[in-house]
């Protein structure tokens, strides 16, 4: 599976942003997936994860009411809008994708793809 994350940029605090992934050289529909950051000189940290049908989401603290997982089957593509930017969501976004169903942990995911940076201003 090749995973393909775009969307990234640079936005002023508050604003927002939709990063998309997508999927190619697998049956899409049968992933979990997931977005996970990572800022400079920090760990990965996870975002948010979705069920291989979309049924069910898992969302960091850090940015639960904030952020929405969204995935369209059809597409091969997994969705992360993310609404009121702060300085602190600044970080490299990746996309993964595993078989062994909705986890933070990033050993559930067999495939990532490469970051897109995401920059927000104050």
């Known amino acids: 599976v090749q995973l393909q994350a775009s969307g990234g940029g640079l936005v002023r605090n508050g604003g927002s942003l939709r990063l998309s992934c997508a999927a190619s050289g697998g049956t899409f529909s049968s992933y979990a997936m997931a977005w996970y950051r990572q800022a400079p000189g920090k760990e990965r940290e996870y975002v948010a994860g979705i069920s291989y049908s979309g049924g069910s989401t898992f969302y960091a603290d850090s940015v639960k009411g904030r952020f929405t997982i969204s995935r369209d089957n059809a597409k091969n593509t997994v969705y992360l809008q993310m609404n009121s930017l702060k300085s602190e969501d600044t970080a490299v976004y990746s996309c993964?994708?595993?078989?062994?169903?909705?986890?933070?942990?990033?050993?559930?995911?067999?495939?990532w793809g490469q970051g897109t940076q995401v920059t927000v201003s104050s």
């Open positions: 993964a994708a595993g078989l062994s169903g909705l986890t933070y942990r990033s050993i559930g995911y067999d495939y």
